[in-house]
């Protein structure tokens, strides 16, 4: 698996911040990673690689990369330039956000923290 520079940040944060490792479940695509709460085994993030620009929807041919985060359908962060209803997910309860350099990376710790939150108070 090999990580751009963001990517890699973004894995180091969750390791450090809440001792959570990533894990690559699937073999045919190997760069895709689940990060897991502790306290439930419950997925608060999911790093998708390659994703169609298409199905976001953003303009032009092409992939990106993104991470999908836990939300909650209350609050408004989707704007369409940075944030996106969840790819290959519920649209209602996640999000996905591009890996471009579009969204600063404290605002994706933000994001994650708050996706952190809301999972880790469900149980299994």
């Not at 999911?46 to 929807?57: A, E, G």
């Amino acid at each position: 698996m090999t990580e751009n520079g963001l990517e890699a940040e973004i894995t180091n944060y969750i390791y450090t911040e809440y001792a959570v490792k990533a894990e690559h479940p699937w073999e045919k695509t190997a760069g895709n990673a689940v990060f897991r709460c502790q306290g439930n085994g419950k997925w608060f993030a999911v790093l998708i690689k390659d994703v169609k620009k298409r199905s976001l929807p953003i303009d032009g041919d092409g992939t990106v990369d993104v991470l999908n985060l836990k939300r909650d359908p209350r609050m408004s962060v989707v704007d369409h330039v940075g944030v996106f209803p969840a790819y290959h997910m519920n649209k209602e309860h996640w999000i996905s956000v591009l890996l471009d350099g579009s969204v600063p990376m404290e605002q994706i710790q933000s994001l994650i923290a708050f996706s952190y939150e809301l999972v880790s108070r469900k149980r299994k």
